[in-house]
């Protein structure tokens, strides 16, 4: 009988895109795991292969030389870049549709309470704000009560206010039910206030730039940030 991982370890040796019959290396020589509990941040240049990484880490991706290995039996709960909330389904339903055979039935009321959403169950996607329609997304995702979060711009065109409350939901999750947490961001602020490590991808094709550990003091992590924006130029125009 194998052994079930305890965290997710993720070993990326080679992703290639074929063009009219030739390789475009994409991905080369990534390797990171994720702890539970653990909440880790993936930065990198538009294009640099982020989503790219996430779909291999989701099983949507299969065509890689590397491996991928997932905590609690691989249950993975996903929120993509878009909520890709079915529009014909009311928010209750829309939760429904990722509880498979097998899976206890999820308390949907607490679910929408713990994202902010109290009482939101019969109301249709287009009746919702973006930031509303991402709190359905992630409740959605947390439905199978997940071992592994997987996270693709979550905060992305969200105000500040609004996105420190998502991320805020966020590291509680990961804090109360030890789920692995992996996001790709171009969000700065709302990640040094949850992160417990941040990786940086650069280079084509890309490779892992950095692994960082973030500090617990706040003055330790904005010194942290301001290297971090020295370092890697893209990183200022994300933050801008």
């Known amino acids: 009988m194998r052994d079930v991982p305890a965290r997710l370890d993720v070993r990326i040796a080679r992703k290639a895109f074929h063009r009219n019959g030739e390789a475009h290396p994409v991905l080369h020589d990534i390797g990171f ?10 930065f990198g240049p538009s294009g640099t292969g982020k989503t790219t990484t996430l779909r291999i880490v989701m099983g949507l991706d299969d065509a890689f030389d590397g491996t991928v290995a997932r905590p609690g039996g691989g249950r993975l709960g996903a929120m993509f870049q878009e909520p890709r909330l079915a529009p014909w389904l009311n928010v ?9 055979e097998g899976i206890p039935p999820p308390d949907i009321p ?3 309470a713990e994202v902010g959403l109290p009482g939101a169950e019969r ?3 287009r ?9 359905a997304a992630l ?15 979550p905060f992305a065109s969200l105000d500040p206010q609004l996105a420190g409350s998502l991320a805020a939901i966020i590291r ?10 992996l996001l790709s961001t171009h969000d700065l602020d709302p990640v040094f206030a949850i992160a417990d490590r941040i990786l940086v991808l650069s280079g084509h094709p890309a490779t892992l730039r950095a692994d960082l550990t973030l500090p617990a003091a706040a003055a330790a992590r ?3 940030r301001a290297e971090l924006l020295a370092a890697f130029p893209f990183l200022a125009r994300a933050d801008g």
């Open 33 to 42: 795991a994720v702890a539970a509990g653990e909440v880790v941040a993936l």
């Open 92 to 100: 209750a339903d829309n939760l429904r549709l990722v509880v498979t």
């Open 110 to 112: 607490a679910l929408l």
């Open 123 to 125: 109301r249709l996607p």
């Open 127 to 135: 009746e919702l704000s973006l930031g509303m329609a991402r709190r």
């Open 139 to 153: 409740a959605r995702a947390l439905c199978i009560s997940p071992a592994v979060l997987v996270l693709d711009e």
């Open 172 to 181: 509680g999750r990961a804090t109360r039910s030890g789920t692995s947490v």
């Open 222 to 224: 904005q010194a942290m």
